[in-house]
């Protein structure tokens, strides 16, 4: 009796202990006033001032930043070249922004040319091959604005890419992105097909195109680089001497088996690419580390609608202890988030650089969306980025792209 009654008391107290040792971390509700996307955004669309529009009041549960020790700038991180952050504006197309990003930055390692290049131009297509996948499925499939960051090398591949010069996919005198009203247009137009049983490629895809040229313009067949015209695909593989298929997308989970190619499946991968290198967790990570720090810089894309993503607090993403601890994050912990739905593929970023600290990798995140800036206002440094912890990563983020380059040791091993 006694000894059962000394068990008892040991296991409470173990468990006090342990509960105690996951409570560090806590959180409020945050109620937060209108933001970059309203404040600058919004207000640089044309006719928004006269919609009248109210702000809506937001209040969210965040985890308090102070038990965290967040790199205060990002000048005290090691990274690579990228052009400076642009904004993706009223559009949900951060798949274009961040992977095209990620591309002019794997231009400049491998050629040294600092190219700014068109991520509408993209979009553009990205719609067309909508269209006709729209007639052959008859309209069984998702019709949005997002998509998968290997949507980008697919188009590259079959309609080149222009320098952003060539099409800006903006008006004359517009200041943001816009694509509400012509997605509207679309999908409304799409819906009418469908409705009507109207199979018309040519016709769907011409009628497609007329609605984009009235918001975006009607993207060059030419470009002139030096005095000299080429179309899009000579200037991708001529001079940007870039080739679509030296890219890897990469993903970990365990709905489908490791060592083969999969299916992402997620809503945006609305073309059902089954091309994503499917690997363990911990060579995930190992990928994404040996990679940022041999100078490869990496598209990722994942869950930033979080407790410890703290946009506004402090640019960085984190995972707070009543969440999971460090120690327990491991593939099933992110399995699980991501079948009960917890962990959705809500968007693009970019890798650009990494730092140890504590004895953990923070990565350096270059972002088109409208969170990374308001933080970075109201701190006049950090515009446009995050910071990552590697816990964060190992948990939320699915997928990347890295060069092939930083996967050679790992294709032989797939089936």
Not at 202 to 213: E, G, L
Not at 308 to 322: K, M
Request: with cysteine; aromatic share 14%.
């Amino acid at each position: 009796m006694k000894k059962t009654i000394l068990l008892i008391a040991i296991s409470i107290l173990g468990s006090a202990s342990f509960a105690q040792s996951l409570a560090k971390d806590k959180g409020t509700f945050k109620t937060y006033e209108p933001g970059y996307f309203q404040n600058s955004i919004l207000k640089g669309i044309e006719e928004f001032e006269t919609q009248k529009v109210a702000p809506k009041e937001s209040k969210s549960f965040k985890v308090d930043p102070s038990t965290f020790n967040i790199p205060a700038s990002k000048e005290d991180f090691k990274y690579y070249w990228h052009n400076e952050p642009v904004s993706q504006g009223n559009t949900n197309t951060c798949w274009s922004f961040s992977t095209t990003s990620y591309l002019e930055s794997e231009v400049y390692r491998t050629t040294g040319q600092k190219v700014r290049l068109s991520e509408v131009y993209t979009v553009y297509f990205e719609y067309i091959e909508r269209a006709e996948n729209w007639v052959k499925t008859r309209g069984n499939m998702i019709f949005g604005e997002g998509s998968e960051g290997n949507a980008v090398t697919k188009i590259w591949k079959k309609y080149g890419i222009v320098p952003l010069e060539s099409y800006s996919g903006l008006k004359p005198g517009q200041t943001f992105h816009n694509h509400s009203k012509m997605f509207d247009e679309l999908k409304s137009y799409a819906d009418f097909v469908k409705k009507n049983n109207i199979w018309d490629e040519a016709a769907i895809v011409t009628n497609f195109r007329s609605i984009m040229d009235y918001y975006i313009g009607e993207p060059p067949t030419k470009v002139s680089i030096n005095g000299k015209s080429m179309s899009p695909g000579e200037y991708m593989a001529n001079v940007l001497k870039f080739n679509p298929n030296d890219y890897c997308d990469v993903l970990s989970y365990m709905q489908k088996p490791y060592w083969q190619k999969v299916e992402y499946e997620v809503p945006d991968n609305w073309w059902h690419d089954s091309n994503y290198y499917n690997i363990p967790l911990d060579d995930f990570m190992a990928v994404v580390k040996k990679s940022i720090k041999a100078g490869y810089t990496l598209a990722i894309g994942g869950d930033v609608s979080e407790a410890g993503f703290l946009a506004r607090e402090a640019n960085a993403a984190v995972i707070p202890s009543f969440d999971i601890p460090s120690s327990a994050i491991d593939e099933n912990a992110r399995q699980f988030r991501f079948s009960n739905e917890t962990t959705t593929d809500d968007h693009g970023m970019h890798i650009v650089g990494f730092m140890e600290k504590d004895g953990v990798t923070w990565f350096l995140v270059k972002d088109s969306g409208a969170g990374s800036r308001t933080g970075g206002i109201e701190k006049n440094k950090n515009f446009g980025y995050y910071f990552f912890h590697e816990d964060y990563v190992k948990l939320k983020i699915m997928d990347f792209m890295v060069h092939k380059d930083m996967m050679k040791d790992l294709i032989p091993k797939f089936k």
